[in-house]
T-cell receptor
Framework: KQEVTQIPAALSVPEGENLVLNCSFT??????LQWFRQDPGKGLTSLLL?????REQTSGRLNASLDKSSGRSTLYIAASQPGDSATYLC??????????FGAGTILRVKS | DAGITQSPRHKVTETGTPVTLRCHQT?????MYWYRQDPGHGLRLIHY???????DKGEVSDGYSVSRSKTEDFLLTLESATSSQTSVYFC????????????FGSGTRLTVV
């Protein structure tokens, strides 16, 4: 069974810092990995999708990497802003109807 | 999110009444999913569809039924609402093929009193 762990569970940083969110998984038989953002009371917004054969994806200030051999993915946020405050979720697609989520990292960026 | 809408956004209903939530997509994606999100449990799959009239159960399907009569619409029905079904419900869509990601709707907040 795929186990997904996100560290840290919560993070508070001053504006402008670069930060890294971590996601670890136990089963490397994945098709792809998605990082989502969820604002309070809102839906999930897809940030980045990494295919199983890829190592990283970038979108603006966000960079996500995938290392299947070590069972890790990281989301790097450069020059953080208060608007980045949200819960960040990693999710692994295992095929069929199986999308496995981590518990999330709650990020607060202080101005 | 673009291409996927859920209705209603909020609903309060009484115990024992039937409730139907609607998910509508304009992306012509093959797969549609219903999840519920609860504190301490994260997102759990209720039912999903892999085509018109083709549906299957997820991990928490008891008390729920679904229907998909058109590609664009996926309905979730609580046959007789209970307080344990108070939750936020999310619909998601995905194209066919293993390499594609999920797109989630904005959610329906359901309160059963």
């Amino acid at each position: 069974k795929q186990e997904v762990t996100q560290i840290p569970a919560a993070l508070s940083v001053p504006e402008g810092e670069n930060l890294v969110l971590n996601c670890s998984f136990t089963d490397s038989a994945i098709y792809n990995l998605q990082w989502f953002r969820q604002d309070p009371g809102k839906g999930l917004t897809s940030l980045l999708l990494i295919q199983s054969s890829q190592r990283e994806q970038t979108s603006g200030r966000l960079n996500a990497s995938l290392d299947k051999s070590s069972g890790r993915s990281t989301l790097y946020i450069a020059a953080s802003q208060p608007g980045d405050s949200a819960t960040y979720l990693c999710a692994f697609y295992l095929g069929g109807n199986k999308l496995v989520f981590g518990a999330g990292t709650i990020l607060r960026v202080k101005s | 999110d673009a291409g996927i809408t859920q209705s209603p956004r909020h609903k309060v209903t009484e115990t024992g009444t039937p409730v139907t939530l609607r998910c509508h997509q304009t992306e012509n994606h093959r797969y549609m999913y219903w999840y519920r999100q609860d504190p301490g449990h994260g997102l759990r799959l209720i039912h999903y569809s892999y085509g018109v009239k083709d549906t299957d159960k997820g991990e928490v399907s008891d008390g729920y039924s679904v229907s998909r009569s058109k590609t664009e619409d996926f309905l979730l029905t609580l046959e007789s609402a209970t307080s344990s079904q108070t939750s936020v419900y999310f619909c998601a869509i995905r194209p066919g093929g293993q390499g594609y990601g999920y797109t989630f709707g904005s959610g329906t907040r359901l309160t059963v009193v």
